[in-house]
Structure formats: structure tokens, C-alpha cells
């Protein structure tokens, strides 16, 4: 069974950092793109970020450009989405999810991050 | 970067009835290997989004077959022949043909 569990969110002050982890599971993780989505208050989607499965390529929204980073450990099967200079419209819950077939096709559960001092 | 929209905002339906929802990008997502990048999800209430809908048209596995994508280039639409009490929640269409991948800003559907 795919399981992806997303984990490391929390309350931070505007310009401080976050480090989200998304443990996977249940399929061959080395052999797909990853991808973090936001959901905002209002349940809004936002795409923030998608890795290659051997982080050679990635891509950011321009509004997270130059502060968020996306890596991951294959031989951990753990995807990784380290943010800094944390502003109050990063807030919403973060999901990783799995990419295949042209589609997220699995979604994890989400970790929340509020920015706020 | 590609927009999207989705029309309508909100949809009351009734059961056994059917329901459409529209999406259009602001270029086309057909990319030259033939393949429409244009997906469609459904978020149930409490939950996180699944999959319903990938490359246009294809059904992903598990969905019921009350549900179904057309559309090619800019516009697509996705179906639901009988509506039933469990498809209730958000729908969002979203782009995959290029960064920065991009969301509808949904539909919500809820029983009359």
C-alpha cells in the first residue's frame, strides 16, 4: 500500500525556517518525481515544488523561489522541503505527493505550518 | 505562467441527477507527445485531494465510472453521469504541462 506521511511543520516566526520530511512508502520511491503542494486557508491549492527522481531537476512557484529548497534521500525513501525566510502567506498545510502517469495520484495526509509571530 | 478557471464556483446537485464542471487554461495543454496535461481531483471533506481524472480523460484506478474528463487544447470538462451522496467535496482541475504546475481554484459540490 502507498503511504506517504508528511511531518515537521509548526509555528514559526515570520523569517524563520521549517524543514518538512514525507516519509514514503509501499512503492519504489526512487523511481518517482515528487511534488509539495499548499493548501491555504479558503482550501485553496497552491503547487510549490517538484523534485526528479534522481535530483537532478527541480522547480519552485516563483513565490517560494530562492527561499524553499526541495531534496530528497532515495536510500531513505524521505523527501525533503526545507524553508527559509518564512513569510505569513507560507501558511497552509503542506501535502507531498507522489507523481505518476501525468498526475499527483497519491497524496500524503499533510503537515501544517503557521507563520505568525 | 498558466492560469486556471473553473466555472461553476459552487454546484448544489441532486442525487441521481448529473453534474459538469468546466476548466479552461489560458494556453493549450496539449504537448507534443501527443499527450493532454490536464487532471482533475476531488478533495472530500476532511480529507486530502485523490485522483480522479489524469491526462484528460483517463479514469485512475478505483474511480467509478459515473466520472468522466473530455476536453482537448484550453477547455475540458469533467462529468458525473448520477450523482451520488459520497461525491460531494472540492473539485480542482490542475495543469502538469509545465512549471509551475497550477490549480483551478475549485468547485465546490454539495447536495441540494
Known amino acids: 500500500e502507498v503511504q506517504l506521511v508528511e511531518s515537521g511543520g509548526g509555528l514559526v516566526q515570520p523569517g524563520g525556517s521549517l524543514r518538512l520530511s514525507c516519509a514514503a512508502s509501499?512503492?519504489?520511491?526512487?523511481?518517482?518525481?515528487m511534488h509539495w503542494v499548499r493548501q491555504v486557508p479558503g482550501k485553496r491549492l497552491v503547487w510549490v515544488s517538484r523534485?526528479?527522481?534522481?535530483?537532478?531537476?527541480?522547480d519552485y512557484a516563483d513565490s517560494v523561489k530562492g527561499r524553499f529548497t526541495i531534496s530528497r534521500d532515495n536510500s531513505q525513501n524521505t523527501l525533503y522541503l526545507h524553508m527559509f525566510s518564512l513569510r505569513a502567506e507560507d501558511t497552509g498545510l503542506y501535502y507531498c505527493?507522489?507523481?505518476?502517469?501525468?498526475?499527483?495520484?497519491?497524496w500524503g495526509q499533510g503537515t501544517v505550518v503557521t507563520v505568525s509571530s | 505562467d498558466i492560469v486556471m478557471t473553473q466555472s461553476p464556483g459552487s454546484l448544489p446537485v441532486t442525487p441521481g441527477e448529473p453534474a459538469s464542471i468546466s476548466c479552461r487554461s489560458t494556453?493549450?495543454?496539449?504537448?507534443?507527445?501527443?499527450?493532454?496535461?490536464l487532471d482533475w481531483y476531488l478533495q472530500k471533506p476532511g480529507q486530502s485531494p485523490q485522483l480522479l481524472i489524469y491526462?484528460?480523460?483517463h479514469r485512475a484506478s478505483g474511480v467509478p465510472d459515473r466520472f468522466s474528463g473530455s476536453g482537448s487544447g484550453t477547455d475540458f470538462t469533467l462529468k458525473i453521469s448520477r450523482v451520488e451522496a459520497e461525491d460531494v467535496g472540492l473539485y480542482y482541475c490542475?495543469?502538469?504541462?509545465?512549471?509551475?504546475?497550477?490549480f483551478g481554484p475549485g468547485t465546490k459540490v454539495d447536495i441540494k
Open positions: 523534485i526528479n527522481s534522481d535530483a537532478t531537476e527541480r
Open positions: 509501499g512503492f519504489t520511491f526512487s523511481s518517482h518525481w
Open positions: 494556453q493549450s495543454l496539449l504537448h507534443s507527445n501527443g499527450h493532454t496535461y
Open positions: 490542475m495543469q502538469t504541462l509545465q512549471a509551475p504546475h497550477t
Open positions: 491526462l484528460g480523460s
Open positions: 505527493a507522489r507523481h505518476s502517469m501525468g498526475a499527483l495520484d497519491f
